[in-house]
């Protein structure tokens, strides 16, 4: 996903500020990611599609398989 981004890398944005803060408003996270809430929504959802990120009745949390990308990644 970053590297096709026009606007830059995100994915691991995303990930870690969601892996920091777990059901947290999405509102808040994209604050957290400098992101719009609007394009965070829909970039969690791109992620969602890959298992990496679960919904909660409030925000989100990491999946076992998201926090070993964001391990990977980090890395």
Do not use: T
């Amino acid at each position: 996903f970053d590297r096709r981004s026009k606007s830059g890398p995100w994915a691991v944005a995303a990930l870690q500020a969601i892996a920091a803060q777990p059901a947290v408003r999405a509102g808040d996270l994209a604050e957290d990611a400098s992101m719009e809430r609007k394009d965070f929504k829909a970039r969690v959802r791109k992620l969602k599609a890959l298992g990496l990120p679960e919904s909660l009745e409030v925000g989100y949390q990491l999946s076992p398989r998201g926090r070993a990308v964001l391990h990977h990644l980090e890395r």
